[in-house]
């Protein structure tokens, strides 16, 4: 289980541009590593073969995911 992936070379932005894509922001440090837990978790557990079909990162207070399906995107932002 990946804690962050995404093509670093390319950059957040580059890797994939036009995928969908959705931000949760956190208020605090702990906040934000227990719901980065959490959506890792449920990425390798909903979605098939989420390192083809997702990418996602982390920055100071945010937690940013991408996928290449919009009904994944949906099923993720009613989650979270």
Do not use: A
């Not at 995404?6 to 995928?19: A, K, Q, V």
């Not at 894509?21 to 980065?36: C, G, M, P, R, S």
């Not at 100071?60 to 009904?71: A, D, E, G, H, N």
């Amino acid at each position: 289980m990946h804690k962050e992936y995404y093509d670093w070379t390319r950059g957040w932005d580059d890797d994939h541009p036009f995928w969908h894509i959705h931000d949760i922001v956190t208020h605090n440090q702990t906040e934000l590593d227990l719901v980065h837990k959490e959506v890792v978790l449920w990425l390798y557990k909903n979605i098939d073969n989420p390192e083809r079909h997702c990418r996602w990162t982390r920055q100071v207070l945010t937690i940013s995911v991408k996928f290449r399906y919009k009904r994944d995107c949906v099923w993720f932002k009613l989650r979270f």
